[in-house]
């Protein structure tokens, strides 16, 4: 099969750039320690007021360390706050792990400005570990629709300054 | 069921007409207008959400004025029944043009499209009755009412009949015809049927075992892992479904619009081949943030999904090499003016290279999505929809606007109604869209969710306030340019009056080098399963909970448990 001499130059182009990318995503793992959710167990929802998510919330771990549960649910993250935009508060410079499940249909989980972008599965549980290093406000957001109150389901980090 | 005799159609332009169910005019019409009708009912509900999520705007949808109604109908309209519909009718005409014969079984022709037409009604039945707010990946635990699956059951069971009569087609005239080379547009035309009927066991199985026995109550839970990676499975092998049809045309008939010739027949062959086969193990990249997928399966599907680059990657040279002859041809000396120095007063090719242009930050875009780590700042952004409406939206939807400027005349038997409202339809939707891209791109990075109706949001992205207001320009702008496309459609169904002067632009012979081997279809699906095997299998037996089975209840879309 005959291929034109620049057309073996372009798919040789196209091979160099490929793998370039491809350099870069295992960079990103090996070097920059990115992770991408992963399995870490399934959860009944019937069974969810029987498990580690009964009471939803923050739990200090250690020296700017904490766990955060949640549980998604139409249309509320329950993170363990009674705000009518509930909203959690560590400091600065927290390493944050989040545990979290769905009690019915599919839900999403975005921080904004941090990279947690995970789904929440009824049936499965999801986490992922973030630090938060600047302060302010980012609002957690269900980025996968969810019926009509999906919109407004949303929950916020607070980070203040100082310890 | 017996074969139809082989009908020999003339070059010229003059249709059979051996009663009107056998004709090509009504076996073409009726399934590329009933696409029409489906995008008609889609297209003019997409600019309406970009006014309802602007924060300056926030206006209500018309006629469908809930949110997720609308988006449901955008999604369905456009994505599943207008592009399957026009796809089946444009690939009859392809393949009984260029072959010169009628299809295996008229009779089959028409089975297949009253059930894919009963399963249009259906679908619009449940979503018009607020039935089936479900989007259209309609992901599980969510339940629509059972005419909504029962409809895409019909519309996919429509699908397998279509690709048996292209292949017994095929195989018929193989058989008079052992020697000769296929016309590179059949032989797109059957990739992509092949791929497609791979790719729609995983929908088919999701839909007959989970879905549509839990609408009907006949089980009572699901597993809305195991339902993604069904549907995704299907899904991303959906997107090249749409995508080789607009190949074709630029492989295999732009050439003859332009006045130039394809470049290299034998890698637009390779290209559709690696297509066909590389589009089915890379569905597992839409759920790179999924809990219950290991990380190691995605890294897998990754590498598959920048092989599946590849044949874009040819094709953009292929066709550019093709375009560069054109442009040669009507004067261009420089290295780069033949890209302007083509015939952009057609309509017909000005669609197409706008598509291609749209393609380009489409196919970026695509890349960037596949890239495992990098998905995590996009997945479920309003960068996603700025992605594939670069994709389905501009490449695919505006070469399927530039084949409609020629195939609906000659269905007609009249010329086109206006080239002038023809071209700035095109315009209009090359800019709209490419504003609508950077704008929900740019909203996307900086954490606007799609799927969302940011009208009725409690919260407020400051940031992405700019963006989301401009994207309305965008609105507008692909707004009239729907309107000025069925104005011409309909303009030229009933008020034209020129006669019709452009020539189909089929091939019925090929000067090909391309070696016979090409079409061992059963080599191409040993490898398509093997690769199953290696991709998706262990993908399966991750998301199946084989001790517990299914354990979540079905919801209803407005709220509350499914009650069927």
């Known amino acids: ?163 | 069921m017996q074969h139809t005799k082989a009908l020999t159609i003339t070059p010229e332009l003059t249709f059979p007409k051996v009663g009107f169910l056998t004709s090509e005019q009504w076996i073409v019409g009726s399934h590329v207008l009933t696409g029409l009708m489906a995008l008609l009912i889609g297209i003019f509900l997409g600019p309406f959400q970009v006014f309802r999520r602007a924060p300056a705007l926030k206006w209500a949808i018309p006629v469908f004025s809930y949110y997720y109604q609308a988006l449901t109908v955008h999604g369905v309209m456009n994505a599943l029944f207008f592009t399957t519909f026009f796809i089946v009718g444009f690939s009859y005409f392809t393949v009984m043009r260029s072959l010169k014969r009628n299809m295996w079984s008229t009779k089959l022709v028409w089975a297949a499209y009253v059930l894919m037409l009963v399963g249009l009604l259906l679908v619009v039945y449940a979503l018009v009755t607020n039935q089936a707010n479900v989007l259209y990946t309609f992901y599980p635990s969510l339940i629509a009412h059972p005419a909504f699956y029962l409809g895409l059951v019909l519309l996919v069971v429509g699908t397998w009949l279509v690709t048996a009569n292209l292949f017994l087609t095929y195989m018929l005239w193989r058989k008079e015809n052992p020697q000769e080379h296929l016309p590179l547009a059949v032989f797109a035309t059957l990739t992509n049927f092949v791929l497609w009927c791979v790719a729609s066991f995983g929908v088919a199985i999701e839909v007959l075992f989970m879905l549509l026995p839990l609408s009907l109550g006949l089980i009572s839970h699901t597993d809305p892992q195991a339902g993604r990676a069904l549907f995704w499975f299907f899904g991303h092998p959906l997107v090249y479904f749409w995508l080789l049809p607009a190949y074709t045309s630029w492989y295999a008939m732009l050439p003859k619009q332009a006045n130039s010739r394809i470049f290299s027949d034998p890698l637009a062959r390779v290209a559709f081949i690696l297509l066909m086969i590389f589009s089915i193990p890379v569905g597992v990249h839409h759920m790179f943030t999924d809990p219950g997928v290991s990380a190691v399966m995605k890294g897998i599907q990754t590498v598959f999904t920048f092989v599946v680059a590849i044949p874009s990657l040819l094709t953009a040279f292929n066709v550019g090499a093709m375009l560069e002859r054109a442009g040669r041809n009507r004067g261009a000396k420089g290295p780069f003016d033949w890209m302007w120095k083509q015939d952009w007063r057609n309509p017909v090719i000005a669609a197409q290279i706008s598509a291609m242009i749209l393609f380009i930050t489409g196919g970026i875009s695509g890349i960037m999505n596949a890239s495992l780590t990098l998905n995590i700042a996009l997945h479920n952004t309003s960068w996603i929809p700025a992605h594939f409406h670069q994709t389905l939206g501009g490449a695919v939807t505006l070469t399927f606007m530039g084949i409609c400027y020629w195939l609906i005349p000659m269905i007609r038997g009249r010329g086109l109604y206006s080239a002038n409202v023809a071209l700035w339809q095109v315009h209009t939707w090359s800019i709209g869209m490419m504003i609508f891209g950077y704008t929900y791109g740019a909203a996307g990075l900086l954490g606007v969710p799609r799927r969302t109706d940011l009208g009725a949001a409690p919260y407020i992205n400051e940031l992405a306030v700019p963006y989301l207001n401009a994207s309305v320009i965008g609105g507008v702008l692909l707004l009239i340019s729907g309107i000025l496309f069925f104005v011409n459609i309909f303009g030229t169904l009933f008020f034209s009056k020129a006669p019709l002067t452009e020539e189909a632009p089929i091939d019925t012979y090929v000067e090909s080098k391309s070696p016979l081997w090409m079409e061992k279809w059963g080599l191409w699906l040993s490898i398509v399963a093997i690769l199953c095997v290696i991709a998706w299998v262990p993908v399966f037996l991750e998301v199946f909970d084989f001790t517990n089975g299914f354990q979540t209840p079905g919801y209803n879309p407005n709220g509350g448990i499914y009650k069927p």
Not at chain 1, 26 to 47: C, E, N, Q, T, Y
Request: hydrophobic share 45%; glycine share 10%; with cysteine.
């Open chain 1, 1 to 163: 099969m005959h291929i034109d001499r620049l057309e073996r130059y372009w798919i040789i182009a196209v091979g160099v750039v490929l793998g370039a990318f491809g350099a870069a995503i295992v960079a990103s793992v090996v070097v920059f320690g990115v992770r991408l959710p992963s399995p870490v167990g399934r959860i009944d929802p019937a069974k969810i007021k029987e498990s580690e998510f009964a009471t939803p919330g923050l739990t200090q771990d250690g020296d700017h360390t904490y766990t955060l549960r949640v549980v998604a649910k139409m249309w509320k993250f329950d993170v363990g706050s009674k705000e009518p935009q509930p909203t959690i508060k560590i400091p600065a410079g927290s390493r944050l792990k989040i545990i979290a499940t769905s009690l019915d249909v599919t839900h999403g989980f975005y921080v904004e400005q941090h990279d947690v972008n995970v789904m929440l599965l009824p049936g499965q549980i999801s986490q992922v570990e973030v630090t938060f290093n600047k302060p302010g406000v980012f609002h957690i957001i269900c980025h996968e629709y969810c019926g009509p109150g999906h919109q407004a389901m949303v929950a916020a980090i607070e980070v203040n300054e100082g310890n």
